[in-house]
């Protein structure tokens, strides 16, 4: 792996004992040179996940989604697979940025050399009838679906998906997202690094001075906070005695998920970009997307028990508390551009904010993502 733009002896002191560190240096915030290679290394080089594979199939047979900096082609014939956007004749682009068609061939439109959806070449135009086709297929990638969503890794050199998930199979599997139904979706864009809306997400230190509706229905000192394998983190919080869920009166109008603790919500966050809120009765997703050191898309997605048909009480708690947040991090973004940010130190209660830190300063390193 290359070593990433980041001063390795500034790594050394986020990677100190929980107490004693501090957070990443500012460059991992702000240099264009780090992004550039998160896109290849964090992104397109673990298991990045793309979307709900009901909704990136409907309507398509294929689609180009570009992995961290790599483009690739994803097709949805008997199962998901993936393929690098290259022709395997001149390298011509197969498809064009975010193109997506019903056929059932990938047509490269410099010679017309055209593809399968399972990678195969159907058609090798005028290379003669002896040429045999077999060793040019598309160069395969791995693809998982996991409770519904698709994940790619597009450089091929990741770890087992089943080694990037470690622990938090077994935290989201009662839960059953796969048998849930997208309700509502909001689209945001967040003038912060990517980075630090996840160290956001990942304490409640800040909750008493910015989320009053957040601290009516959950104490934010409550809970505890995951260790378990896996290239994530994570932790849960406890529900007050007279609250059902996360609202603003604290009532659900939903349908409780079985089988799940009704007084609590795990808030994980499954590298690099898919944060998922488990409430007793709706699951959330935020699905990240740097766009520059400065700015990320966030997908914000509430799925619920097919038979609710009005998921707005968690849909307006969670826009308020969302956009708190991102003023936070705004200012955070804003702060560390300045010439005399400082990386500062971690509070007692910031431990998942130390896990999310020294897991990427050991990534930046060439080490185990996993805890």
Not at 23 to 35: H, K, S
Not at 254 to 269: E, F, H, K, S, W
Not at 298 to 313: L, N
Request: proline share 8%; charged share 20%.
């Amino acid at each position: 792996m290359a070593n990433p733009p980041v001063d390795a002896r500034a790594l050394e002191a986020s990677l100190r004992p929980h107490g004693e560190s501090v957070m990443l240096p500012r460059a991992a915030y702000v240099d264009p040179e780090v992004l550039a290679w998160e896109r290849r290394h964090f992104f397109a080089g673990t298991w990045t996940c793309l979307g709900r594979v009901d909704e990136l199939s409907d309507g398509t047979t294929y689609r180009e989604v570009t992995v961290g900096d790599i483009a690739t082609v994803v097709t949805f014939g008997d199962v998901p697979r993936a393929f690098a956007n290259t022709c395997r004749h001149r390298g011509h682009e197969l498809l064009r940025r975010d193109e997506t068609s019903d056929r059932r061939a990938v047509v490269c439109p410099y010679h017309g050399w055209s593809y399968g959806l399972d990678g195969s070449v159907k058609a090798a135009p005028r290379m003669g009838e002896s040429f045999d086709t077999s060793p040019y297929g598309l160069v395969e990638l791995p693809v998982a679906v996991w409770h519904g969503w698709l994940f790619v890794n597009a450089t091929g050199t990741a770890a087992a998906f089943e080694d990037h998930l470690g622990g938090i199979t077994d935290l989201v599997a009662p839960y059953a997202p796969e048998t849930l139904v997208l309700k509502a979706r909001h689209a945001y864009e967040v003038a912060a690094n990517w980075k630090t809306i996840v160290e956001n997400y990942h304490e409640c230190y800040h909750c008493p001075l910015i989320h009053p509706e957040l601290c009516k229905v959950s104490p934010p000192t409550s809970g505890d906070n995951w260790n378990l394998p896996g290239a994530w983190v994570g932790g849960l919080m406890d529900l007050r005695p007279d609250a059902e869920t996360m609202s603003l009166d604290g009532r659900s109008l939903g349908v409780p998920i079985a089988g799940v603790d009704p007084r609590q919500v795990n808030y994980l966050g499954l590298f690099p970009n898919l944060l998922i809120s488990l409430h007793p009765d709706y699951v959330m997703t935020h699905r990240l997307e740097p766009r520059t050191p400065g700015l990320t898309a966030i997908e914000c997605s509430w799925y619920f028990r097919p038979e609710v048909t009005d998921p707005s009480y968690a849909v307006e708690f969670w826009d308020i508390t969302n956009r708190e947040d991102w003023a936070a991090c705004e200012s955070v973004q804003r702060g560390a551009e300045s010439p005399h940010f400082r990386p500062g130190p971690l509070a007692p209660a910031e431990d998942a904010v130390y896990q999310w830190v020294t897991m990427l300063a050991r990534g930046y390193l060439g080490k185990s993502l996993s805890t």
